[in-house]
């Protein structure tokens, strides 16, 4: 897992006020909302005997663990043992991990590292666009499902009967951006046999944002595909441990306003996005090895720079973080 960085964990619908235990990051974690909404994530595993305080309950802004009845603050602390009176000044040591929380966009985010320097940033191009979401997990490391997500050359082959129709096999480029040191975005230029091949990156023309198709990938887990100005699918990919990630994926519009109508044409379309990933399921479930790293057996193509890109830049930051402590 790359550390020191924000990562989308869980939809905002699915932390409520009573604590609920998930794992994600490798991690089992305890999320719960505190009187004034504000979520909170600490380690679910009281520092005491090791029981889930995802099983204990929330009393004011408070955790509770249901075994012996430590109260634990937002930050992880221990504030009262109940076994030795309220008034017992809890020694520090008593003290589980917290991760710093941020919600916007209909996500939860955490910071996984000891101390964010700024707030995580969601796609700042989705404004005035309404969305319709579904998520599911796959027995894939994340690191796969977002290469599933990179790749532009399996389109007219996995996606041949829907998003991949027309026999475009041969892939130019494609044309790679970084937006900034998170971001980066490429451009997909798909077409039929004609006897050339491919050009090479170098040899393109210089992109239009305004035109031509092209995806993002903001690190470590959030893709937008950018089907034209007013249609967007973006999904995050949203590590639970080294055998499964949970996809939420969303299909934003702004093309309808009326509310009623734009649910119902959001939920339709979701009903194609549910294919197009189904097909990309078949595949990706099948990788070996589960897992991708920048050195591996994989003999990549032209086409899978991106995916190349990806691998890169998570092994740098892997690098950064490798002596990292989460306190
Ligand atoms: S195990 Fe949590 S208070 Fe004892
Ligand atoms: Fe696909």
């Known amino acids: 897992m790359i550390k020191n960085q924000w990562y989308v964990v869980l939809g905002s619908n699915e932390v409520k006020r009573k604590p609920v235990g998930v794992t994600r990051l490798n991690e089992k974690l305890v999320f719960y909302r505190d009187t004034k909404g504000k979520v909170h994530c600490l380690k679910d595993r009281c520092v005491h005997r090791g029981v889930s305080l995802s099983l204990g309950e929330v009393c004011g802004d408070d955790l509770i663990c249901p075994f012996h009845g430590f109260e634990y603050d937002h930050t992880g602390k221990v504030k009262v043992i109940p076994a030795y009176g309220r008034n017992y000044q809890v020694p520090d040591r008593y003290k589980v991990v917290s991760y710093e929380t941020y919600e916007s966009h209909g996500y939860i985010f955490i910071y996984y590292g000891s101390r964010p320097d700024?707030?995580?940033?969601?796609?700042?191009?989705?404004?005035?666009?309404?969305?319709?979401?579904?998520?599911?997990?796959?027995?894939?490391?994340?690191?796969?499902?977002?290469?599933?997500?990179?790749?532009?050359?399996?389109?007219?082959?996995?996606?041949?009967?829907?998003?991949?129709?027309?026999?475009?096999?041969?892939?130019?480029?494609?044309?790679?951006?970084?937006?900034?040191?998170?971001?980066?975005?490429?451009?997909v230029y798909n077409r039929i046999e004609d006897g050339t091949i491919a050009k090479k990156p170098s040899d393109?023309?210089?992109?239009?944002?305004?035109?031509?198709?092209?995806?993002?990938?903001?690190?470590?887990?959030?893709?937008?595909?950018?089907?034209?100005?007013k249609i967007r699918i973006t999904a995050a990919f949203v590590p639970i441990d080294e055998d499964h990630t949970k996809i939420y994926l969303r299909f934003y519009q702004c093309f309808l306003k009326v509310p009623?109508?734009?649910?119902?044409?959001?939920?339709?379309?979701?009903?194609?996005?549910?294919?197009?990933?189904?097909?990309?399921?078949?595949?990706?479930?099948?990788?070996?090895?589960?897992?991708?790293?920048?050195?591996?057996?994989?003999?990549?193509?032209?086409?899978?720079?991106?995916?190349?890109?990806?691998?890169?830049?998570?092994?740098?930051?892997l690098k950064l973080g490798e002596n990292h402590e989460i306190q």
Do not use: C
Not at 130 to 139: F, H, L, N, P, R
Not at 206 to 214: I, L, N, Q, S, Y
Not at 278 to 301: A, E, G, N, T, Y
């Open 118 to 187: 700024s707030e995580p940033s969601y796609f700042t191009d989705l404004e005035g666009f309404t969305y319709s979401e579904m998520s599911e997990v796959w027995s894939v490391h994340y690191s796969r499902a977002i290469e599933n997500q990179l790749d532009v050359v399996h389109v007219p082959f996995v996606h041949h009967n829907t998003i991949g129709k027309g026999k475009k096999y041969v892939v130019d480029g494609p044309l790679i951006q970084w937006l900034d040191e998170e971001k980066f975005e490429f451009y």
């Open 204 to 229: 393109m023309r210089p992109p239009d944002p305004e035109k031509d198709f092209r995806l993002a990938f903001k690190f470590p887990n959030l893709w937008q595909n950018y089907i034209d100005d």
């Open 260 to 317: 009623l109508l734009s649910v119902l044409v959001n939920e339709l379309a979701m009903i194609f996005n549910r294919k197009v990933l189904h097909q990309d399921r078949r595949v990706v479930l099948s990788q070996v090895p589960k897992k991708s790293m920048l050195k591996m057996s994989d003999i990549l193509i032209q086409g899978d720079l991106p995916i190349l890109t990806y691998r890169k830049r998570r092994d740098q930051l």
